[in-house]
């Protein structure tokens, strides 16, 4: 299960299909080194998005 505390490379290194759930929501740098570093919460506040929302979708 994806939390918001996980960080986006550990999610994309786990759940490499969630990378096109991300982009979707607007997170369109996921490769670069910040991303790798950040929680998805962190990435969420970056970028305007309702975590819970995200996570809705990336736990489906």
């Known amino acids: 299960m994806i939390d918001k505390n996980m960080k986006i490379g550990e999610l994309l290194a786990q759940y490499p299909e969630k990378a096109s759930v991300l982009g979707a929501a607007g997170m369109g740098c996921l490769g670069c ?5 950040e929680t998805l919460e962190e ?8 975590v ?3 996570l809705a979708e990336l736990n489906k």
Do not use: K, N, S
Not at 33 to 37: D, E, G, L, N, S
């Open 33 to 37: 080194p910040a991303a790798q570093a």
């Open 52 to 54: 819970e929302e995200l």
């Open 43 to 50: 990435a969420c506040q970056v970028h305007g998005i309702d």
